[in-house]
């Protein structure tokens, strides 16, 4: 927990975001800026800044479950979905916790830039 990460303070509810789909350990909620009709990120309510460092986390599992919840919630899918975890400066991560993004609702270009 970080009292000044922004994932940590939407999981505390200080900061408003729409929450979509939860479970025990993970959270999903839609991304201020979508990048496609459906654009939801799924978090692990326990602050890891990144894949590298959630390694002793037990909640991977569960936080690959709610990204497929969240595809069959939000009807993509059939149609077909993209989960991305963008990881430091190369892959491109601006908040340093830990989040799936989950795309769909249209046919994504392939390789990403
Ligand atoms: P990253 O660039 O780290 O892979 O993804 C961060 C994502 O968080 C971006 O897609 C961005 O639009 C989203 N984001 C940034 N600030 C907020 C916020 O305050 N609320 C929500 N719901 N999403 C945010
Ligand atoms: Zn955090």
């Known amino acids: 927990m970080s009292a000044s990460c922004l994932f940590c303070r939407i999981a505390l509810v200080e900061i408003p975001a729409t929450i979509i ?11 201020i800026a979508p990048q496609a009709p459906v654009h939801v990120l799924v978090i692990p309510v ?6 590298n460092d959630a390694a002793a986390l037990p909640v991977l599992s569960d936080l690959l479950s709610l990204a497929r919840e969240v595809a069959l919630q939000e009807g993509i899918a059939e149609s077909g979905y993209r989960v991305v975890t963008n990881t430091n400066a190369d892959g491109g991560q601006s908040v340093a916790h830990l989040h799936l993004h989950v795309l769909g ?6 390789p990403p830039g």
């Open 21 to 31: 789909a939860r479970n025990a350990t993970c959270l999903a909620f839609r991304d």
């Open 46 to 51: 326990e602050h890891a800044q990144s894949l």
């Open 105 to 110: 609702g249209r046919a994504l270009g392939w």
